[in-house]
């Protein structure tokens, strides 16, 4: 025997399965793509990053300008002083363009991400391994250590989880691009 009353949430979304709304309900709505591969879900943002009154914005702020304090601007003045180097050769400008990418990232962690290019392909394999061969795996490496001296604190953990996305940056740069989050993560 039922209850007269109103239907609980469950038995709404057993219904919503059960019986499909009509097509003059569903005419015009689309049906978005799927996220390119790389982006794990994230939705790719256009605009600037949070707004100033956005949930987290200003803890990202407190945490990027202690970041700078803590040793992020020299990271991002070495990353830009070797990209002015590389560009002195015309074989090295693809590089520098990823040692500015890295600059950027690393002056300014808290509140985007890498993510993968939808369009990168052999090109990005082989400025990868180049990549990882003259250096990559010494500049990850260096942000391993930075972030096992942040760890060693319990308050410089989020410094220690941006090393180590940092890390995964400088080891393999091409073929990806630094997006603002969108979906209130840090």
Known sequence: MTQAGPPSGRERAEDALAY????????????????????????????APSPPGAPGSALRVIGNILWLLL?????AISYAAAGLIMLVTIIGIPFSIQAFKLAGFSLWPFGRMMVTKPGAGAGSVLGNVLW???????LALSHLGSALL?????????????????????????GREVVPLTNGRN
């Open 71 to 75: 040793g992020g601007l020299w990271m």
């Open 150 to 174: 942040f760890a060693i604190t319990i308050i410089g953990i989020p410094f220690a989880i941006a090393s180590v996305r940092l890390a995964g940056a400088a080891l393999l740069p091409f």
């Open 132 to 138: 990882f061969i003259f250096g990559g795996w010494w």
């Open 20 to 47: 499909p709304p009509p097509p003059s309900q569903t005419a015009g709505t689309q049906i978005s793509p799927a996220p390119p591969p790389g982006t794990q879900g994230y939705e790719r943002a256009i605009a």
